[in-house]
C-alpha cells in the first residue's frame, strides 16, 4: 500500500445517524473502525469526545442562506429531470441537499423520530400491487424490528407518549423521556383535529425533554429544523457518535471524499479516498459500511463501478401535502422544538378513502403522517413580502409567520423504477467526480392522496380559525421552475430507496440483512435499503435497521433496557 | 467605511435601502445598517476570517459567552465556493470545473449602472420607478436587504437590533431559550 493506510476491522462510510450507529455498535463489539465524512466537523472534538463544539447557533442566515452544514451547491451541485425526455437535466445546483457534516441528516432535523407501523413493511401483501409502481413487502416484519426501534429510541433519547396515538404499532417498553411543552398552535389545531374524529399526538422527538445522556433539555429555543442544536439536546447522532470516539476503536476523518470501494474477487479491500489536501489514498478493511444516503450511496456504488442494474432505481421522497392557513391570533411559531403534534390518521386507508381511490382509478391510496407546524423566522418570511411602504405593515402584522399555522402532510411516495439516482454525464463535483443526477416524476397515487388528504386537513384548519387557507405541494411536479418556491424538486428531506433490499438478487441490491448481494462485506446503513418509503420520516427505522444489521454482522445482542440507557 | 462598494456606490445602496424598507415611527433599512451588511458581504474576504459563518454558539444576548463575532475559518473548498460565488470564476479554471460562475460583486456592478449614478439624487418615485425596472438586479437587492434587516447583526447589519424590535422578535434566544410557558401559551 502506499500513502499513510492503515488496518481497520471495518471503514464506514458517512458520519450520519446510520454510519454513527454502525460506530456504535461495532466498536462496543471490540471492532476499530474509521469513520469517513466528506463534509465539516462542527458536532464533536475528535480528541476529546467527551466535549461538544459550540460551533451551532440560532443564526437564520449561517443554516438557511449559506450551507454552513453543507452540501455548498456550486461545489457539490447534483441535477435533475423530470423523465428522461427532458434531456440531461433541467436543473443544477441544489437537490434535497441533506446536510454535508459529521452527523449528516441528523444535525438538521428537528428530531422527529416516529417508528413505522406493522402494514409498513407489508405494503404488498396488505394493500397490493400498483400500477406503474414497484410496491413491495420488506424482508422483515415489524416484529423482527422491534427490539431495534427500542433500542434505538434509548440510543439518541426519545420524548413521546406511548399511550397517545391509537395508531401506533405495539411497543415494548415506553418511551424514554416524557413528551416536551407542546406549542400553542400545535393546541389550537390538535383540538380543531379532535373536533374532526381525528387522533392527534405528542410527536416522537430526539430531543431531550428532560436531562438525558450526559446531554441537557431542550429549552425551545426555536431554531430547531435546519440548525444544529447549540446546546446538543438533540439527540441523533451525536449520541452514538460519541460512545464509538469514546471507546478509543474508532477515527473519524472528516472532509475526506472516499471516491472508491475497492473490490477483488468479489470482496470488499477498503476504500480509495481524498484527504482534506486531495491527496489520494487507500485504506484496507475486512468491512465497508455504507451509510451516505439515499443519493450518495448509489453514487458511491455507481463510482465504483458497481453494475446491478437496480443501484439507484425506486428513489422515494416524502410528497409533502402543505396545507396554511391565516389564525387571527398569534402563535408564535419560533417558540418550540419546531413540531411538537402530528396525526397519523391518514397512514390508515378507511372505506371512505378506499372508494375516492377507486374513483380515482387506483386500488388504494395512503397519506402520510401529518405535522402540525408554521414558520418560525423572519428572513424567509420578509422576502416573500413586497418592498417598499407596505412592507413594514406587512411584517408588523406578521400574517406569514406569527399568524401562519398548519400542516405538512408527509405522503407515502409508491416506489418506481423510472425515480432513480444515476452519474451526471458531464456535471462535475469540485473534485472532479460526476455528480448524483435525480430523475423524478411522481405516480398518481400521490397526487390524488394529497388533494384528497388536502381537503380534510383545510376543513381542520378553518374549525382552528383560519381566515384563510391555502394549499400547495412539494414537489410541485408540472413546474419547471425550479428555484421558485413551487418546484418539481421535492424539498422533502427523506430520501430512502435506492438500494433495495430483498431475498432476489434480480430485483434486489442488498440482501435481507442490508449486504450487497454482488459484494457481501459490504453492509448499506443508511436508508437506501428501504423497499417502500411510509409516510413516517425513516430515520428512527433506519437507525433500528442498522442496529439490527450490524448487531448480525458482529454477532453481538441488543443490552438490557436498563444497561443501555 | 465601506470595504467593497466606492463612497457613490454606497449612497446608491443606501437610497435603494430606504425605498425598500422605509424608516416610519420605527428605524428602517438605512438605520438598521443595511448597506452595511451588503458591503459586508460582498467584500467579505476582505477580512480574516472572511466574514461568512459568524461563529457559534452564544450572542450574550440572551447570555453564555458571546462568539458569534468570531467568524468561522473557511477551509481551501469553502473559500474556492464563497470567492466564486461573490468574486466570479473570472476565467480561472480552477473555479470553472462546471463552467463560468458569474459573481455577485459583477451583478452589484452592473445593477447600479442600470439604477444610474443620479439614483441618489432622484425623488422616490423616480427611484421606484428604475428599481422596478432592473428587473434582473432589484430581486438580488431585495433578498440581501431582507437579510441585512432580520439577520444576526454579527453580519454588519440589523444595527441595535432594529429589524428584530419593530416586529417583536427576539432573535437568537440560546442559552436561554424560551421556558414551556412561553411556548404553550398564547
Known amino acids: 500500500m502506499s500513502g499513510p493506510a492503515a488496518e481497520f476491522d471495518a471503514v464506514i462510510v458517512g458520519s450520519g445517524p446510520g454510519g454513527s450507529t454502525a460506530a456504535d455498535i461495532l466498536t462496543a463489539a471490540g471492532w476499530s473502525v474509521c469513520i469517513f465524512e466528506k463534509g465539516r466537523n462542527h458536532l464533536i472534538d475528535p480528541a476529546d469526545p467527551s466535549r461538544l463544539t459550540e460551533e451551532y447557533s440560532n443564526d437564520e442566515i449561517k443554516y438557511m442562506l449559506r450551507w454552513f452544514l453543507g452540501p455548498d451547491p456550486l461545489l457539490e451541485p447534483r441535477t435533475f429531470r423530470r423523465h428522461e425526455g427532458e434531456g440531461d437535466r433541467i436543473h443544477t445546483g441544489e437537490v434535497n441537499n441533506l446536510p454535508s457534516t459529521v452527523g449528516g441528516g441528523g444535525v438538521h432535523a428537528d428530531g422527529k423520530v416516529p417508528r413505522f407501523r406493522e402494514d409498513d413493511f407489508r405494503m404488498l401483501t396488505t394493500f397490493g400491487p400498483v400500477q406503474d409502481a414497484s410496491v413491495a413487502d420488506w424482508p422483515l416484519t415489524y416484529a423482527d424490528l422491534e427490539p431495534f426501534y427500542a433500542e434505538a429510541e434509548r440510543s439518541v433519547g426519545v420524548a413521546g407518549d406511548s399511550a397517545a396515538n391509537p395508531f401506533a404499532a405495539w411497543r415494548s417498553g415506553p418511551y424514554p423521556m416524557p413528551p416536551g411543552a407542546p406549542m400553542y398552535g400545535a393546541l389550537l389545531t390538535a383540538a380543531a383535529a379532535e373536533q374532526h374524529g381525528l387522533h392527534p399526538y405528542a410527536a416522537p422527538t430526539a430531543a431531550n425533554s428532560v436531562p438525558y445522556d450526559g446531554r441537557p433539555a431542550c429549552n425551545n429555543c426555536g431554531f430547531c429544523a435546519f440548525y444544529g442544536c447549540p446546546i446538543h439536546a438533540k439527540g441523533d447522532p451525536v449520541a452514538m457518535l460519541r460512545r464509538a470516539l469514546l471507546s478509543g476503536r474508532a477515527e473519524l476523518r472528516a472532509e475526506t471524499f472516499v471516491s472508491e470501494i475497492l473490490v477483488r474477487n468479489g470482496r470488499a479491500t477498503g476504500v480509495a479516498y481524498l484527504d482534506a489536501d486531495g491527496r489520494r489514498a487507500t485504506v484496507t478493511a475486512g468491512q465497508v459500511i455504507l451509510a451516505a444516503g439515499a443519493m450518495e450511496s448509489p453514487r458511491l456504488l455507481l463510482l465504483s463501478g458497481f453494475e446491478h442494474p437496480l443501484i439507484g432505481r425506486n428513489l422515494m421522497f416524502h410528497f409533502q401535502t402543505y396545507v396554511m392557513g391565516k389564525l387571527a391570533e398569534r402563535v408564535h411559531p419560533h417558540k418550540g422544538r419546531s413540531v411538537t403534534h402530528v396525526h397519523d390518521d391518514h397512514l390508515v386507508p378507511d372505506a371512505e378513502s378506499r372508494a375516492a381511490a377507486k374513483a380515482a382509478g387506483l386500488p388504494w391510496f395512503r397519506g402520510g403522517m401529518v405535522e402540525h407546524a408554521g414558520p418560525a423566522h423572519p428572513i424567509l418570511e420578509a422576502k416573500l413580502a413586497p418592498w417598499g411602504e407596505l412592507h413594514k405593515w406587512i411584517m408588523r402584522e406578521s400574517h406569514m409567520r406569527e399568524h401562519l399555522w398548519g400542516f405538512c402532510m408527509q405522503g407515502e411516495d409508491l416506489p418506481q423504477p423510472t425515480n432513480r439516482v444515476d452519474l451526471d454525464p458531464t456535471v462535475r463535483d469540485m473534485r472532479g467526480f460526476p455528480v448524483a443526477r435525480v430523475t423524478y416524476y411522481p405516480h398518481r397515487h400521490e397526487r390524488v392522496a394529497s388533494e384528497y388528504y388536502a381537503a380534510k386537513l383545510e376543513a381542520v384548519l378553518r374549525t382552528a380559525g383560519a381566515e384563510w387557507v391555502a394549499a400547495t405541494t412539494s414537489p410541485y411536479p408540472d413546474s419547471t421552475d425550479t428555484v421558485g418556491y413551487l418546484s418539481p424538486i421535492a424539498t422533502s428531506r427523506h430520501v430512502v430507496g435506492t438500494l433495495r433490499m430483498g431475498a432476489d438478487p434480480a430485483t434486489s441490491v442488498c440482501d435481507p440483512w442490508g449486504r450487497l448481494h454482488d459484494v457481501p462485506n459490504v453492509v448499506v446503513a443508511d436508508s437506501s435499503p428501504f423497499p417502500t418509503g411510509s409516510g413516517y420520516g425513516p430515520t428512527l427505522t433506519l437507525i433500528a435497521l442498522a442496529i439490527r444489521n450490524i448487531r448480525a454482522l458482529c454477532g453481538t445482542t441488543p443490552p438490557a433496557p436498563e444497561a443501555g440507557s | ?186
Not at chain 2, 467605511?1 to 433599512?29: K, S
Not at chain 2, 444576548?61 to 464563497?82: K, Q, S
Not at chain 2, 440581501?144 to 424590535?165: F, I, K, Q, S, T
Open chain 2, 1 to 186: 467605511m465601506p470595504v467593497f462598494f466606492t463612497d457613490d456606490e454606497y449612497r446608491v445602496i443606501e437610497a435603494a435601502c430606504a425605498r425598500m424598507i422605509p424608516a416610519d415611527a420605527d428605524p428602517g433599512a438605512v438605520e438598521a445598517g443595511v448597506a452595511d451588511y451588503i458591503d459586508g458581504f460582498l467584500g467579505a474576504f476582505r477580512f480574516d476570517p472572511p466574514r461568512i459563518w459568524a461563529g457559534g454558539g452564544f450572542s450574550g444576548r440572551f447570555g453564555g459567552t458571546p462568539t458569534f463575532a468570531a467568524f468561522h475559518r473557511l477551509n481551501h473548498w469553502d473559500e474556492l465556493a464563497w470567492r466564486t460565488r461573490i468574486e466570479g470564476s473570472l476565467g480561472l479554471p480552477e473555479r470553472e470545473w462546471n463552467g463560468p460562475v458569474t459573481g455577485l460583486q459583477e451583478r452589484y456592478r452592473a445593477g447600479l449602472a442600470e439604477l444610474g449614478d443620479d439614483f441618489a439624487d432622484l425623488d422616490g418615485a423616480e427611484q421606484d420607478r428604475r428599481l422596478k425596472g432592473a428587473e434582473g438586479f432589484t430581486p438580488l437587492l431585495y433578498e440581501h436587504v431582507c437579510e441585512g434587516m432580520y439577520g444576526a447583526p454579527e453580519y454588519g447589519g440589523n444595527r441595535d437590533l432594529a429589524g428584530w424590535r419593530y416586529i417583536d422578535f427576539a432573535g437568537d434566544v440560546q442559552p436561554r431559550g424560551y421556558s414551556d410557558e412561553e411556548v404553550s401559551r398564547p
